[in-house]
């Protein structure tokens, strides 16, 4: 007669085999040192987690909070508003600006231009201009040395 074989009892229900690859990573050097680390840092890992939870149940009560959404809502629009409407008007001014230039067949002599140099919008944008290639040039210089 033979001896029934006894079997090993699933952990967690776990399969034999799965025990065996956890038990030989358990006794891998490298693993049981990092073991001593996280035992030793426990009450460091357990304080961040207190203080990550906290956080978060104060971020889901805010996400939550419809009256706090809504005013987050009203605030980022007075903030965007203006800044939306700028950029329409400066884009429908490109816009109208493009379609004047194409329709405008005549060329611009020396005097014109002289006197376009007078417009304080064009004194601006050649200031913008003079600064922007200063700037340029200063980084360019800096990236060399």
Do not use: C, H, W
Not at 61 to 73: E, H, Q, R, S, Y
């Amino acid at each position: 007669m033979s001896q029934p074989t006894q079997q090993e009892v699933p952990v967690n229900g776990a399969a034999p085999a799965q025990n065996q690859d956890v038990l030989d990573q358990l006794m891998k050097p490298e693993v049981q040192d990092s073991l001593i680390v996280l035992v030793e840092n426990l009450p460091k890992l357990a304080e961040m987690v207190t203080a990550m939870t906290k956080a978060y149940d104060f971020a889901q009560g805010l996400a939550t909070d419809k009256v706090f959404v809504n005013d987050m809502k009203v605030a980022l629009g007075e903030f965007t508003t203006p800044v939306v409407e700028k950029a329409k008007g400066v884009a429908s001014a490109a816009i109208e600006a493009g379609d004047r230039a194409q329709a405008e067949q005549s060329s611009v002599g020396l005097f014109g231009m002289l006197k376009m140099l007078k417009d304080p919008n064009v004194q601006q944008s050649l200031r913008f201009a003079q600064a922007f290639l200063n700037v340029l040039n200063e980084r360019q210089g800096q990236k060399q040395d």
